[in-house]
């Protein structure tokens, strides 16, 4: 039997005793999609509809994105079970962190993963990745996978090539970057981490940003949208993946999460306990305002 087949059956049979023994609400999963080699995402809330779900190479959505987008949808007196892959945990971790959601709250069915596909090959994330195996867990789907050296060692190299160009250089690289942008927003909605009930881009009263596709306008979007996720990004590449326009969004938020490691050492998603360190402060600290 191959690993896709062995792994879609225990994950059919997992959410479906989950939903007869009423241990969850709904399990957020993966089905078939439409066309081949294309999967969507299924919120089973009975045990029949646990028969759709599969696990496979196309399952690159995060789907930790449903735990912000669509919480409220799904909240109830039980929890909520999701099929995430290692690299989609982080996402949980970064939402305890920040107070979106509760542990006790979330069954995280945790997905072995030997990598996943973006257009003909393997997705960057996955040649950089150095986590197979889920941690923080409630249940494994999948055999244990031998973490071995990974294909990329530096995922920061393309970080640091843009910081080793010129001011003008880098000014430049990004202007004609950001003026592709037809402000669809769908790296927005694809991203776990993006949960402000109103974006700042949607509020017309006062209207702080230009909504049109213009260079103005689109300076300011993508240099709030990186702010905003400073030191939060986790890392799944999903704004990457779904901006049809091709701009390397993950590499100004991987250019924040580096900055703020080296300020702060902190890591987003990696550690449940750690504070996010902009959302603190220490009285000792250098800057009279933050007293
Ligand atoms: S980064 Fe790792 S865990 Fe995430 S999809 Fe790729 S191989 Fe799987
Ligand atoms: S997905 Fe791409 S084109 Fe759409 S708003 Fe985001 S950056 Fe712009
Ligand atoms: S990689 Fe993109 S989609 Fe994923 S958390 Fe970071 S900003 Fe959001």
């Not at 009423?22 to 078939?32: D, H, L, P, R, T």
């Not at 960057?124 to 195996?133: D, I, P, T, W």
């Not at 430049?172 to 949960?195: G, M, N, S, V």
Request: some cysteine; aromatic content about 8%.
């Amino acid at each position: 039997m191959s690993n896709d087949i062995k792994q879609s059956s225990e994950a059919k049979k997992l959410a479906r005793e989950l939903l007869e023994q009423g241990k969850v609400s709904a399990v957020i999963g993966y089905a078939e999609g439409t066309l081949k080699g294309r999967v969507q995402t299924l919120i089973a809330r009975n045990p029949l509809d646990a028969e759709k779900f599969i696990f496979n190479e196309y399952c690159v959505n995060n789907l930790a994105v449903y735990l912000t987008k669509s919480y409220r949808l799904l909240k109830s007196d039980k929890p909520v079970a999701v099929f995430l892959k290692p690299c989609d945990i982080r996402t949980v971790t970064a939402l305890i962190q920040e107070h979106q959601i509760k542990r006790e709250d979330i069954f995280i069915i945790g997905m072995s993963c030997q990598g996943v596909r973006n257009g003909n090959g393997l997705s960057g994330k996955c040649r950089a990745c150095r986590m197979h195996n889920p941690q923080y867990s409630d249940a494994v789907i999948g055999e244990a996978i031998e973490e071995k050296e990974p294909e990329v060692t530096d995922p920061f190299a393309r970080v640091k090539e843009i910081e080793n160009m010129s001011t003008q250089e880098r000014w430049q690289f990004w202007t004609k970057e950001f003026d592709k942008c037809i402000r669809c927003y769908a790296c927005r909605q694809a991203c776990p981490l993006c949960y402000c009930e109103q974006c700042i881009v949607d509020k017309t009263q006062p209207r702080w940003i230009e909504s049109s596709a213009h260079p103005v306008g689109n300076m300011a979007w993508h240099l709030i949208r990186a702010f905003h996720l400073a030191g939060r990004c986790i890392g799944c590449g999903e704004c990457d993946r779904v901006c049809h326009q091709n701009i390397p969004l993950s590499l100004l938020n991987m250019k924040m999460s580096k900055e703020i490691f080296d300020l702060y050492g902190y890591r987003s998603g990696v550690d449940p306990e750690a504070k996010p360190p902009l959302t603190e402060f220490k009285m000792e600290d250098n800057e009279e305002f933050i007293r």
